[in-house]
């Protein structure tokens, strides 16, 4: 079954880049949409944006000039970058695999981002 | 505004039916899904599209709409079923998905 894995560094300090990973296994990346959501500690899902097997991408207005997200099709793996990071931006970051944009049918395990110096 | 609200808790007593709320004026347009949440895992989707349950999601979940309110339904609330319960869908505008701030279910 498909499986997804989130990796990357687990401290990030302000005003620097918060680069995540995830891989896909046991299914191929492509014909789907993969998506990056976040959860603060203590708080609800927030929806971060979206690549497309094809490397099309759509991305939350509130943190669009910040994001940029990437497909690696030969290493069936996405990408989030996320610069000029701030405390607001520690969380617990999900990849999952989308259907028909809205949908999350298969999560990764989460991994967590803590913003400080 | 584009926002799905939730009431942050609800409680239900063993066996007995619960509904879970959903407001927003997107919903008028787009379906609402719902994905369940326990302490220290990832969300699964429990009901996603105008009434789907996933494979392996009983069938006490069930999912309806009308208006700007979508809602989940637990029939026969079980202990497992204790978690807190997301909704989603579309903006306004179709292209950008929004979440609800998530309800905290108690199964007394």
């Known amino acids: 079954q498909v499986q997804l894995q989130e990796s990357g560094p687990g401290l990030v300090k302000p005003s620097e880049t918060l680069s995540l990973t995830c891989t896909v296994s046991?299914?191929?990346?492509?014909?789907?949409?993969w998506s990056w959501i976040r959860q603060p500690p203590g708080k609800g899902l927030e929806w971060i944006g979206y690549v497309y097997y094809s490397g099309s991408t759509n991305y939350n207005p509130s943190l669009k000039s910040r994001v940029t997200m990437s497909v690696d099709t030969s290493k069936n793996q996405l990408s989030l970058k996320l610069t000029s990071v701030t405390a607001s931006d520690t969380a617990v970051y999900y990849c999952?695999?989308?259907?028909?944009?809205?949908?999350?049918?298969?999560w990764g395990q989460g991994t967590m981002v803590t913003v400080s110096s | 505004s584009s926002e799905l609200t939730q009431d942050p808790a609800v409680s239900v007593a063993l066996g007995q039916t619960v509904r879970i709320t959903c407001q927003g004026d997107?919903?008028?347009?787009?379906?609402t899904n719902w994905y369940q949440q326990k302490p220290g895992q990832a969300p699964v989707v429990v009901i996603y599209?105008?009434?789907n349950r996933p494979s392996g999601i009983p069938d006490r979940f069930s999912g309806s709409s009308s208006g700007n309110t979508g809602s989940l339904t637990i029939t026969g609330a079980q202990a497992e079923d204790e978690a807190d319960y997301y909704c989603?869908?579309?903006?306004?505008?179709?292209?950008?998905?929004?979440f609800g701030g998530g309800t905290r279910l108690t199964v007394l």
């Open positions: 999952a695999r989308t259907t028909v944009i809205d949908i999350f049918d298969i």
């Open positions: 997107s919903l008028r347009s787009h379906y």
């Open positions: 046991g299914g191929s990346i492509s014909t789907y949409y």
């Open positions: 989603n869908s579309r903006d306004n505008s179709g292209n950008h998905v929004l």
């Open positions: 599209g105008k009434n």
